[in-house]
């Protein structure tokens, strides 16, 4: 799952992809550029993943200026909002439940993100 947390409303946009390679990373990022109001910027704060470093996604952020990445140190996901929010949707939803596929885990979790929302 990729997912943005909006700081200001705490709402959530999140992407499930079995992958999580840049191809997905590009997919979420082109989600946020639709979903998100064009005169404003984007700040992402992101851990050192490699995925986000890959040069496709660096040409694509140098046409898209609005969006400005952050890395956080290694280890330290914790300075990481959205990774807090993963922790209380893991506890809160996932660790509660009983999924029999991947889909039934997946349909959990958009509807938990919809009540969040």
Known sequence: MFAALNM????????YHTGHRYQEFLKFLRRLDGET???????LILENYSTHKQERVAQWLNK???FHLHFTPTGACWMNKIETWFGIMTFRRIRRGIFKSVEKLVNAI?????VNN
Do not use: F, M, N, P
């Not at 109001?37 to 700040?43: I, M, N, P, R, V």
């Open 8 to 15: 200001g409303t705490e709402e959530v946009i999140g992407d």
């Open 37 to 43: 109001s064009a005169d404003k910027y984007l700040h």
């Open 64 to 66: 898209h200026r609005r």
């Open 110 to 114: 958009q509807r938990y993100v919809e």
